[in-house]
């Protein structure tokens, strides 16, 4: 079994600070790890995907993650927020040891960048 | 052009129409997907297709049917709409070849359903 967590709904931060957005997951094996973001009266557009190798994976406008297997986590960080980062964003998880073709996303936690 | 193109964008229905939401991909991928997305619950898997022949449930898949038309083309379909079907509906496409299959996502149809 998969599962994915996003332990908040909201994040807020000034422009100009870093910026981090949890999430954890759960798999039987080894896990794919993806990240999205939704913009308003949009779809989803992919930000950066974890699969093996080097645990800090960096993806676009500047966000990177950070897969952490002792503690089950792979965080999206930014060092300096934007107000344009402001959206929604999807942690997703696909167990591909278990045998899972179909990845699982969180919740969604918005992110909101204050001026 | 977008990769992955839904309509309608936006379509308001009564309560017990048949309604039909499209997808089409230029992506040349055999893979996609519906979803659907309510606030405070994320994405939630409708139906999902591994290539034309291949149509599978996903986790909520009553009330709604599908149809492959083509490697490109996926439909929805909402045989007797209800209101707790009022969503924002997703149709995706991915490939597996691309490490790790992401998804490429539509801009979404906003279906409200009085």
């Known amino acids: ?115 | 052009d977008a990769d992955v193109t839904q309509t309608p964008r936006n379509r308001i229905t009564k309560t017990g129409k048949r309604i039909m939401l499209e997808c089409s991909q230029t992506k040349g991928h055999d893979r996609m997907y519906w979803y659907r997305q309510d606030p405070g619950l994320g994405l939630r898997l409708i139906y999902y297709s591994f290539d034309v022949k291949d149509i599978n449930k996903g986790e909520i898949s009553d009330g709604y049917s599908v149809s492959r038309q083509a490697q490109a083309k996926f439909s929805l379909s909402l045989e007797s709409a209800i209101p707790n079907q009022t969503a924002l509906y997703f149709c995706a496409t991915s490939d597996p070849t691309e490490g790790g299959d992401g998804y490429t996502f539509g801009s979404g149809t906003r279906l409200t359903v009085v």
């Open chain 1, 1 to 115: 079994a998969q599962s994915v967590a996003q332990p908040e709904d909201q994040v807020n931060v000034a422009e100009g600070n870093p910026l981090t957005v949890k999430c954890t997951y759960s798999v039987s094996g080894n896990p794919y790890l993806f990240w999205y973001v939704q913009y308003p009266n949009r779809g989803l557009q992919f930000l950066l995907k974890y699969i093996t190798g080097d645990n800090l994976v960096k993806g676009s406008y500047g966000f990177e993650a950070e897969f952490n297997k002792s503690q089950t986590s792979f965080h999206l960080k930014k060092p300096s927020a934007l107000v344009s980062d402001s959206a929604l964003y999807f942690c997703a998880v696909r167990d591909i040891t278990g045998g899972s073709y179909i990845p699982t996303f969180g919740r969604g936690t918005s992110l909101i960048v204050h001026p």
